[in-house]
């Protein structure tokens, strides 16, 4: 699995005492939900999103690599996957550790949108 995918883009690092929840999270075609939750711990880096109504209050896991920018005065957060990828990919349940099998099932989901 891509290193890449887990690890901020150097063009949206940002100020580690930046707090991304709350934020809208937009797709390439259109909104997805908000940040629940944000690791930039020693790891994987990733977004935890409830997409409410949207996908029937699903929460998904986005890699910190797609994160084509992030906007602090509108609080948005800009992906570089489509509102369907998000859609499809592995079903995250928070009642669940990150373990590895999840990370590799992530891994295997995710690794074609990056490499393009």
Known sequence: MPLEMWSYREAVMLDPTANLEGFGVEATDGSIGKIDQETTAAGPGYLVVDTGPWIFGRQVIIPAGAISSVDLNDEIVYLDLTRDQVKDSPAYD?????????????????TPFFHR
């Open 94 to 110: 928070a009642m669940d550790d990150m373990d590895s099998d999840y990370l590799d099932r992530l891994g295997t989901y995710y």
